[in-house]
């Protein structure tokens, strides 16, 4: 539910300056790259489907806002990267969700937002323990409910 809010304002802030919120999400990631990345490096980055991928990069491609072109280690692969008017566009939403952000938790207490922190940093180091070959699991018993007939 607040991750939920969290993308909702964000992706208001995006539509504010003509994004969608993916298209926010990806120009981000490219430029925190630092050069070209590999269109499917977007799409891993981004945790979508190259298809989906492919679709917010020709709208950005459309708008100015990224340059595709052929890696010439290999020409299967496509590099893109922000073009120069990307970076006032960026500049200008990521400051406008910074400026969300420090509205939202000004209210919180420092001693909560510690707290919450710390749950976090529990939570990241707990998933970061699941061993990659876990047992197979037991096999799911569905609720009487939600069971076709």
């Known amino acids: 539910m607040v991750g939920g809010k969290a993308e909702a304002l964000?992706?208001?802030?995006?539509?504010?300056?003509?994004?969608?919120?993916?298209?926010l999400n990806a120009l981000a990631v490219i430029e925190g790259a630092g050069g070209p990345l590999p269109a499917g490096e977007v799409?891993?980055?981004?945790?979508?489907t190259t298809g989906t991928t492919t679709a917010v990069l020709d709208t950005l491609e459309r708008n100015g806002l990224v340059e595709r072109s052929s890696d010439p280690g290999d020409r299967r692969r496509v590099l893109v990267e922000i073009t120069p008017g990307a970076h006032p566009v960026l500049d200008a939403v990521l400051a406008e969700v910074q400026q969300a952000a420090a509205v939202a938790f000004a209210g919180i207490d420092e001693k909560v937002l510690?707290?919450?922190?710390?749950?976090?940093?529990?939570?990241?180091?707990?998933?970061?323990a699941v061993p990659d070959d876990l047992p197979a699991p037991t096999p799911r018993r569905t609720p009487p409910h939600l069971r076709r007939r």
């Open 114 to 128: 510690q707290r919450l922190l710390e749950a976090l940093a529990t939570v990241e180091a707990a998933v970061a």
């Open 10 to 23: 964000v992706a208001a802030v995006a539509r504010r300056h003509g994004l969608s919120h993916a298209a």
């Open 43 to 48: 799409a891993a980055r981004m945790h979508i």
